[in-house]
């Protein structure tokens, strides 16, 4: 029924493969909420890219892959995928479509999913190598925009995303989704505490600078400009409410996205892209923390 | 059971409301699907804000509302709402509950939804006053991302979007919700044959320029700079497939936006937004089309 490393026996050749019903299927269902994920400190990552992110950042020793459920048609299309999660000592079980279906959140699931380790480390450690850019999101609650600001982090090549204040779970299964594997890419901290966030990137050395609409200068303005080739801790508020007053007292300076047509606004995505990809380029200007 | 100007009734004060049995409700039920869209050359637009602007472009004579339906609690809520469509002209039909919900593509319906005119133009009417700055979408099937780049695209000032090839109807409803009002900002045309959109946009004396994640430059090289600063119709492929190696070579050039981080790529939303965004900046630059 289930197959690890050395074993002779593959998914979807002999046992019978477990059902909806089975315990192991019936556990890690728990995760698709978020008090389950929270209890077990696992989440779910689902579909081949996932995987295979998961497995490369599992053999990095970045994350920890407990076990993988496989439906059989789908060791059936991609034998390597499975080869290279028993290889690296993950134990993968067969399970039947229904049962692949009640652990996916998709539409059409792919029929592989794993169950890692959760993956957030306390603030500290997250900025811990001092990187030079990161983002802090305060009290976001899309998980699809939770996972495309991750993917956004990411290839813009911030070193690290701190979900702060009452914010969405970022192992939401959603979110691992829209992150296409970039949860995996860098160090993820969540803490309630927005001062303590705040206080732990000024130890770091970055200077917290808020995307707000209402911000005296825009990102093309000289004085934007200055500020962002420096490290930066890029402050982003929730997608109904953006920045409470409050925050934005606590923060070093503000900025706004300029708005050049009839649009009252960007989304929170695109406008941490917008913000994120200028401070990478002003970081390496010369003159900037990378020039 | 409507309600014209100059009537002393008023939704949800007498006639019985209209059902999702309805002939009205029935007929307008048919534009949540693409052929009823097509057939009727019209589309819904939902929702508080949706509604405010498609009545704002009525008024201004840019966009057709033809009529409106709302719940007794939604008129009760925001009477201002429901007296601006009588001012302006907009039979206002009450319906039920479960009326509005057959007219709704959300979980939770606000209980207003308007029909409107189809807005979409030829190309040659889309960039007759030859906008700087275009963004063309060629075989793009995410309602969601339709939408939401023709925000980002309203957002960084361009001056038209259009559809090519074989795209998502950016009429849908996921896509009108995505796009916050901004379809009723800027014209929008489809237009199924790639080399006329392209050809059009070089009679606008606009530059095609592919988002290409293989191209030789990169956005914050000084060679893409150079280009971004001209009349610039940006190119995006579809989320899934990028631009097709034969569509890149009918283009003038393309600009890959940098990866710096581990992420494989930006999702279609995200790289539309840097993309304009960074020749919005560059086109304000001295020396710039704008500059």
């Known amino acids: 029924m289930s197959t690890a490393r050395g074993s ?3 998914p979807g050749t002999e046992a019978a493969p477990l059902t909806e019903r089975s315990a192991r299927v019936v556990v890690a269902r728990k995760l698709t909420r978020r008090a389950g994920r929270e209890k ?4 779910l990552a689902e579909g081949a890219q996932a995987v295979r992110e998961a497995l490369v950042a599992h053999r990095a020793g970045t994350a920890g892959l407990r076990e993988a ?3 059989a048609a789908f060791a059936e299309r991609q034998p390597e995928l499975v080869a290279d999660l028993l290889d690296g000592d993950v134990r993968v079980h067969e ?5 692949a279906a009640s652990l996916s959140e998709t539409v059409t699931p792919q029929g592989v999913v794993t169950v890692c380790d959760r993956l957030d480390v306390p603030v500290s450690a997250a900025l811990a190598v001092r990187p030079p850019l990161v983002a802090v999101l305060v009290g976001i609650t899309d998980p699809g925009n939770a996972g495309t600001v991750l993917r956004v982090a990411d290839a813009a090549g911030a070193g690290a995303v701190v979900f702060a204040g009452d914010s969405v779970d970022p192992f939401n299964g959603k979110a691992v989704r829209a992150s296409t594997g970039s949860l995996f890419h860098l160090p993820i901290a969540r803490e309630r505490d927005v001062d303590s966030v705040l206080a732990a990137c000024r130890d770091a050395g970055l200077s917290p600078l808020g995307a707000d609409g209402h911000a005296a200068h825009d990102l093309a303005a000289s004085e934007a400009r200055a500020l962002l080739g420096r490290p930066t801790a890029w402050v982003f508020g929730s997608e109904a409410h953006g920045l409470p007053d409050e925050l934005v007292a606590r923060l070093d300076s503000t900025v706004r996205v300029p708005i050049y047509g009839q649009a009252e606004s960007l989304n929170l995505a695109t406008a ?3 913000c994120l990809y200028a401070s990478a380029r002003e970081q ?4 900037g923390v990378r020039g």
Request: proline share 5%.
């Open 272 to 274: 941490a892209a917008v």
């Open 69 to 71: 459920f496989t439906t």
């Open 8 to 10: 002779a026996r593959r």
């Open 40 to 43: 077990a400190g696992a989440f």
């Open 284 to 287: 390496r200007e010369p003159g």
């Open 95 to 99: 399970v039947t479509e229904r049962a």
